[in-house]
RNA sequence: GCGCCUAUAGCUCAAUGGAUAGAGUAGUAGUCUUCGGAACUAUCGAUGUGGGUUCGAUUCCCACUGGGCGCACCA
């Protein structure tokens, strides 16, 4: 890696200054901010010439490092190299998890599209990654459906289906408000379900069935897979042991009746309610616990909406208290709003995946409406991906139907119409450009040819960052940048038939490769034509 | 009330304390005898307000204003 040697070199020679890329390509490669010039870091081999300007030492490199390092891309070498990076770290990813007796809503497919994106970063490092899903299937959820499917249900709880669920779920929140006994009632079945009562369990059981049936249907939609579904009712019977533990460790407090556990600067986290039942953030300490034991992670990632960060750093806390100490990291996700402001699920106004797909299908088909069907699936759901990963997940995401199902400018079409493009080329090449790669002669580079080089060195140092900064958006920002550089030389120059052919096919090979492996990483299918 | 996050172009987003703040979209004007026009070229257009730290601040600190989220028996 370019990146690392010069910063061992500026080590060895006792220079201080950070490496960064200029603001600017013509200030140069890299650029380290020296006050002095260096001087004899042009004697380096890896550097063509250096130039001093405000304070910067600006720094080329040699054509041939970077031939070579864009050359190494995708290989054996490479993928060894990447390796390192995450050598004998094990990570664990907490994700999309759904609850159980409600629809996927575009949230819980921000946190799929995410997570499954941070866990394809960090097994292409070297990691060992493990995916859970933590389904919502435990807690006084189940106490409302109970009542509510009691009282209002029209047939037999086999027969319903999620939107059937959601219904009565959504129905039993506007009954108590007029009646506030409900709660209560509720309660009381969660507490029976917790106690193994048979009616509760199969009432419960067939919810999660239902439930389960619809979630598969997405997932396999989306082309994701998590390795696990470990959700809150696996760890019933772990979770006396980690309140002995809590008890051993004299953290667990009484409270109103409730058993609370206090923190120095956050409110407390319930951990057993007045009736005994236990509460989620006891079976997420549960979690942490069976964690630990089974796979004795490193690191611990939460991909969970902001709205719950308080309980997240809650957890870890109390886990620090228990003297549990992986590395904790929540990507506390943004809200979802509308442009106009708030985005209110509680009215009716939640927006179904599977509504968002089927927009987004009648989209790609206006575009290309010869494309057959899995294609243009391929093309609706690339742009529904991009759009949750493109930005910074930290911040609240915008629902804009125009711009989730935009296939032009900043979009997953746009980079997979990018890709095709280059496969078109390519197969029109006479010349095998597989063998291009190692034996080729080298020509002057022209203005745009030059700046397609540059970007492809970059592409490792924006695969490290994105795991550091837990934000597959630095990936998709670079993709952008480099399908951009093609498109740019491609619009300018040919590429079949002229005299810098092959060169022009190595830089088009290239630019395919990256992409394909950079919208893996991002979870999107790559189409050879679309 | 307290805590966390956030404010960049009309709109949606970029920018590890550094050089001329980048894209897309919308608008305007073009490219079209062409390897894929889901493209390319040109043009228009921005750091909420007031302080502070620094040689240098979109970036760090403080205050204010606006927005989002959370603060015990939902998860």
Redesign the pocket.
């Known amino acids: 890696m370019i990146k690392k040697d010069l910063e061992k070199w500026l080590q060895e020679n006792k220079i201080e200054g ?3 890329h ?3 390509s ?3 490669d890299y ?1 380290v ?1 020296t006050g002095r010039p260096i001087e004899n870091l042009s004697k380096n081999e890896i550097v063509e010439k250096t130039e001093f ?4 030492t ?1 720094i080329w490199l040699n054509k041939n490092v970077l031939i070579e390092e864009t050359e190494k891309i995708g290989t054996e070498e490479w993928q060894k190299e990447l390796n390192k990076n995450g050598e004998n770290k094990t990570m664990v990813i907490d994700y999309s998890a759904p ?1 159980i007796a409600k629809p996927f809503g575009i949230g819980h497919l921000r946190s799929t599209n995410i997570g499954q994106a941070i866990y394809n970063i960090y097994q292409i490092l070297g990691w060992k990654c493990i995916g859970d899903n933590h389904l ?1 299937d ?4 189940f106490g409302k459906l109970i009542v509510a499917i009691k009282k209002w249900g029209e047939n037999a709880v086999e027969e319903m289906t999620i939107e059937d669920l959601e219904t009565l779920y959504v129905k039993f929140h506007q009954e108590v408000e007029t009646d506030e006994k409900l ?1 209560d009632e ?2 009381e079945w ?1 507490s029976k379900l917790e106690n193994g009562d048979e009616e509760a369990k199969s009432i419960w059981q067939k919810c999660i069935e239902i439930s389960l049936k619809e979630f598969n249907q997405v997932y396999e939609l989306l082309g994701v897979k998590i390795d696990y579904a470990l959700g ?1 009712s696996f760890y019933l019977d772990k979770m006396p042991a980690v309140v002995k533990l809590m008890e051993d460790k004299g953290i667990l407090k009484n ?4 058993k ?1 556990i206090e923190f120095e600067k956050m ?2 986290a ?1 951990v057993i ?3 005994e ?1 236990t ?2 953030f006891l ?1 997420d300490m549960a979690t942490v616990k069976y964690r630990l034991d089974t796979w004795n992670p490193d690191l611990i990632i939460y991909e969970i909406g ?6 997240c750093r809650q957890i870890f806390e109390a886990s620090k208290m228990l003297g549990w100490t992986p590395q904790f990291y929540n990507v506390a996700h ?2 979802i ?1 509308w ?1 106009e ?3 209110s699920t509680r009215h009716g106004q939640t927006i179904h995946l599977s509504e968002v797909i089927e927009k987004a299908v009648a989209e ?1 088909k206006k ?2 409406p010869d ?1 057959d069907e899995n ?1 243009i699936k391929a ?1 609706a759901i690339g742009a529904i991906k991009f759009n949750d990963l ?3 997940p ?5 629902f ?1 139907w125009e ?1 989730v199902m ?6 997953g ?2 980079l997979q ?1 990018t890709y ?2 280059c ?3 390519l197969a ?1 090449a006479k010349t095998n450009y597989e063998l291009l790669i190692t034996n080729y002669e080298l020509k002057t580079f022209n203005e745009e040819e030059s700046a397609l080089l540059r970007e492809f060195y970059k592409f490792e140092e924006k695969i490290i960052e994105a795991a550091e900064r837990f934000s597959p ?1 630095v990936i998709a ?1 670079y993709l ?1 940048g480099l399908a ?1 550089k093609y ?2 030389f ?8 002229e005299e810098n052919e092959e060169q022009r096919l190595f830089l088009t090979e290239r630019t395919s490769k990256v992409l394909k492996t950079g919208l893996e990483l991002l979870g999107i299918e790559v189409l ?3």
Not at 138 to 141: D, E, F, L, R, Y
Not at 306 to 311: K, R, T, V, Y
Not at 394 to 398: M, N
Request: no cysteine; proline share 4%.
């Open positions: 950070k490496i960064e200029p603001s600017i013509k200030f140069g650029a901010r300007m405000a304070g910067f600006n609850n919502g435990w807690g006084t959820q709660e509720a309660r969660f809150e409270s109103e009746g409730a609370i409110p407390p319930m309610k007045t009736n039942t509460t989620y079976r902001a709205d719950q960060e308080l309980h943004g809200m709003r442009k402001g708030k985005f790609a575009i290309a494309n294609k093309v493109a930005q910074d930290k911040r609240d995401i915008i804009d711009k935009s296939m032009d400018g900043n979009s079409p746009y119409y095709a493009r496969k078109s080329v029109k958006s920002e952008l951009r498109n740019e491609y619009g300018k120059f040919r590429v079949i038939g050879e034509k679309m």
